[in-house]
């Protein structure tokens, strides 16, 4: 424990930073046996839906069966293992490598899951889950969770491949839904006009007053759109080219100091 004792690390709130839980396994048999809709839901739900497991900050206490697990992410590989200690003593380990869209949260989950499944297969009794999720505590026990996790990493072949979180499928969706919104946008014949001047599609809202409109459309006051449907002179002002949006926006003389005031940059 590096020499620092409980009561110092306590009275600093050093329990709260390290984030270092025990879930009460000694529950899981007596949950296993009586079918409780706990470990169903705990290995049938999709993993982005929510429940409540009884979490205790604890006394460490090395002897007896303690089971550290960690979840680990680096360059877009993803794992989990978990370690089991016995008096302090390592006495076994368990590495699984996930696939690469879990996140680090998932892969906590995984850990835990897997001890679950441990210690309901061994009938453990009175085993300790320690999940250390935001923080590394300076036991063996998390090293050797944290150290185990890192190597699952690092496995070539997937040994579990997790369901899609959410928060991902919708990320997927969102541009898979945006490349196909482009590929019509490039190929349409409706709204070129509009086209050549916001090329690409993005979520976010158009600004759009009266003026801006019209140069956006090209409908309105512009003197082309007006020779075009009234038969007026529809060359600009300034005597260079006809009056259309583009000629307004980017060339015309005229209008020099406004984009040099504005867009400069
Ligand atoms: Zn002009």
């Not at 090395?62 to 302090?88: E, H, M, P, Q």
């Not at 085993?127 to 090293?143: L, P």
């Not at 959410?166 to 898979?176: E, P, S």
């Not at 809202?205 to 409908?219: A, D, V």
Request: one cysteine or more.
């Amino acid at each position: 424990m590096g020499g620092t004792s409980l009561e110092n690390r306590r009275s600093k709130g050093w329990w709260h930073k390290t984030g270092a839980f025990r879930l009460f396994t000694s529950v899981v048999p007596s949950i296993h046996t009586e079918t409780t809709p706990f470990l169903t839901l705990l290995f049938t739900s999709p993993p982005w839906n929510r429940f409540k497991i009884s979490w205790q900050h604890f006394d460490h206490d090395i002897s007896g069966l303690s089971i550290y697990t960690d979840g680990s992410k680096f360059n877009n590989n993803t794992g989990c293992a978990l370690v089991v200690f016995r008096d302090g003593i390592e006495v076994h380990h368990l590495l699984c490598k996930l696939n690469p869209e879990a996140t680090v949260f998932l892969a906590e989950l995984k850990a835990i899951e897997m001890a679950v499944n441990l210690v309901v297969s061994q009938s453990m009794v009175n085993a300790e889950i320690i999940s250390d999720s935001r923080a590394h505590v300076d036991t063996a026990g998390n090293e050797a969770a944290d150290a185990y996790a890192k190597l699952s990493v690092g496995n070539d072949s997937i040994d579990c491949k997790l369901e899609l979180p959410k928060a991902i499928l919708k990320i997927f969706l969102q541009q898979d839904t945006l490349q196909q919104w482009q590929v019509g946008w490039n190929s349409s014949l409706k709204g070129r006009a509009v086209f050549d001047l916001c090329p690409k599609v993005h979520l976010k809202r158009l600004h759009g007053n009266f003026y801006i409109n019209q140069l956006i459309t090209g409908h309105g006051a512009l003197a082309q759109y007006q020779g075009k449907f009234f038969g007026k002179d529809d060359f600009c002002s300034c005597g260079k080219a006809v009056e259309d949006r583009l000629h307004l926006v980017f060339h015309c003389k005229r209008w020099q100091g406004l984009r040099d005031k504005w867009f400069s940059a």
